[in-house]
């Protein structure tokens, strides 16, 4: 599958309060690894950034004043992500964005062009919930190395965002596999029937049981009660 893992820097918060883009960055993934292949614009945005923006990203309004507009750049991004599942995190504000510029250029919105747009903020929140969930957060959380990122930038947080994305998913892979597979001398796959295994039952100690129910209490308060696991009979 053909993945992009994108990102966006911008003016400000609000595109319909007349912020734009100022940076684009994605990174191509194919059946989950990164292929080298990469998009990345600075954009001229015909406005300032607020003083907030330039604090996170760090891209003056001097250093945009040569780079191209949008519009300028526009077809070579739909063909860049063109039929491909986009990898966004927030997706909502990068994609609030990108279909403000396209709308301006007169081009259909962005979920037109592509497979579909998944969003790790809101995988994340399910994997984590009530937990900080930023890109540094995730990063740090999942041994992702992001010592390289002192600002914000569009290219280097897609990226590692496809990083972070890799390890959310990984084990959605692990499930996947239904049998243990080996292979005898001549290189032929030869299947295991695990069930001819005895398999040890190890009971948990006090200690963990403890631990495991305090667990379970501050899921229920940060899912508001919404988990599952004790109305589940054993």
């Not at 526009?74 to 860049?80: G, I, N, P, R």
């Not at 080996?182 to 030869?190: E, F, I, M, Q, Y």
């Amino acid at each position: 599958m053909r993945q992009i893992v994108l990102d966006t820097e911008t003016t400000g918060l609000s595109a319909e309060a007349g912020d734009r883009i100022i940076e684009i960055g994605c990174v191509e993934l194919f059946n989950r690894k990164l292929t080298g292949r990469t998009f990345h614009y600075y954009l001229n945005p015909e406005r300032e950034s607020h003083e907030d923006a330039l604090k996170v990203h760090g891209i003056s309004n001097e250093f945009l004043l040569d780079k191209p507009k949008f519009f300028e750049i526009f077809e070579e991004f739909l063909e860049f992500v063109r039929g491909a599942e986009l990898i966004i995190h927030n997706a909502s504000f990068d994609v609030g964005f990108i279909d403000k510029e396209l709308s301006s250029c007169g081009a259909l919105p962005l979920q037109n062009h592509v497979l579909k747009i998944v969003d790790t903020l809101a995988m994340a929140k399910e994997i984590y919930p009530g937990k900080r969930n930023s890109l540094d957060a995730l990063c740090d959380r999942l041994g992702v190395n992001n010592s390289a990122r002192t600002l914000h930038g569009a290219l280097l947080d897609a990226e590692l965002l496809a990083d972070v994305y890799v390890f959310l998913t990984r084990g959605q892979n692990a499930l996947m596999m239904e049998d243990s597979q080996t292979h005898d001398a001549s290189g032929n796959s030869l299947k295991i029937d695990l069930s001819v295994f005895p398999l040890s039952i190890v009971m948990p100690e006090a200690e963990e049981l403890l631990a495991h129910e305090q667990v379970l209490v501050d899921i229920d308060k940060a899912s508001n009660g919404k988990t599952m696991w004790r109305n589940i009979a054993v």
